[in-house]
């Protein structure tokens, strides 16, 4: 049996959106920020951003590797807004000599991937430099061409519709397609603002989910995948006084993993805002909506430590 053909295990180590949001009310879905692993075999290791939830993986890493083992991961940053690259510093296995780690994203902002990774820990905002950082480093810098990966795995970036560049991303392992698009706005009601057209409160209210050409063409990327990692920020009324933010409300996440027939969508980048009890409430909502249209797609709601299988 071939590395593609083996299981891969997806787990959510930062489900939180915007800032990290530790307490009570957050126990259940957890209070890091964006951070998902998928491994496989061969210790195979894909990592998409580097938000808070990098901690503690970093520190389950180092547990799972006996020491004279070396981590070789790969490490995908969606966008450099901090919520998605604060945890870097602080992921122990860049400070063990002969790991290496290969960091892409896109140019952030009219800088050099790399330079904004050295602009995080220059003195003023942390102690120790990148340069300090004993583990290799790569950085490769992207736009939309896929990338292959040395066992096979192939991950393909996308633009999607957040402030400044962003990017989502598809690791295609020839046998299982996980989809991870966070930070995403529909572009449906951006558009009808800039056309000075009112009908778009108008849908909002009326609860009116529809996509544009630009939303199909995120629709047609994520088409027939296993997992579908969507933004799913907001609820609709939320949504009306945050546009042009770069996040989505959950119905328009659903309405998206639904056209695109995904097998599965994790609701993701939960709201600061947004207490455990709400959560339960909108996951509830979805599987009704699910429900209502017939789906045969499943839909949860990410929480830290959450653990998807794929056999
Ligand atoms: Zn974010
Ligand atoms: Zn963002």
Not at 65 to 78: D, N, R, V, W
Not at 170 to 175: A, E, I, M, R, S
Request: charged share 25%.
């Amino acid at each position: 049996m071939g590395t593609q053909d083996m299981d891969i295990k997806i787990k959510f180590w930062g489900t939180r959106g915007s800032i990290a949001t530790p307490g009570q009310d957050t126990l259940k879905y957890g209070g890091n920020t964006s951070c998902v692993e998928v491994t496989g075999a061969d210790n195979a290791l894909v990592i998409f951003d580097a938000g808070t939830g990098i901690r503690p993986l970093g520190l389950d890493l180092l547990k799972r590797y006996p020491s004279e083992a070396k981590i070789h991961g790969h490490i995908f940053i969606t966008h450099f807004h901090l919520d998605h690259i604060q945890g870097f510093p602080f992921f122990v296995p860049v400070y063990v000599p002969g790991n290496t780690f290969t960091i892409y994203g896109c140019e952030g902002a009219g800088k050099k991937l790399e330079n904004i990774f050295v602009g995080q820990m220059s003195p003023e905002y942390f102690p120790v430099t990148l340069r300090e950082m004993p583990a290799e480093m790569i950085f490769t810098q992207l736009t939309t061409r896929p990338v292959t990966l040395n066992n096979g795995w192939t991950v393909t970036p996308t633009y999607v519709n957040h402030p400044g560049l962003a990017l989502g991303y598809k690791l295609d392992t020839g046998k299982h397609k996980v989809a991870y698009l966070t930070d995403n706005e529909p572009f449906r009601y951006l558009l009808r603002q800039q056309g000075n057209q009112s009908p778009m409160f108008d849908d909002l209210d009326k609860g009116v989910v529809e996509l544009e050409r630009e939303d199909k063409n995120l629709v047609e990327f994520s088409r027939g995948v296993d997992i579908l990692i969507h933004d799913a920020q907001y609820t609709i009324d939320e949504y009306k006084a945050k546009l042009s933010w770069g996040h989505s409300f959950y119905e328009f996440a659903l309405e998206m993993a639904i056209q695109a027939e995904v097998k599965q969508l994790v609701l993701f980048h939960h709201d600061p805002m947004r207490p455990d009890k709400e959560l339960d409430d909108i996951l509830l909502k979805c599987q009704k909506i699910v429900s209502d249209r017939k789906s045969p797609m499943q839909v949860v709601a990410a929480w830290e430590g959450l653990e998807i299988t794929l056999p």
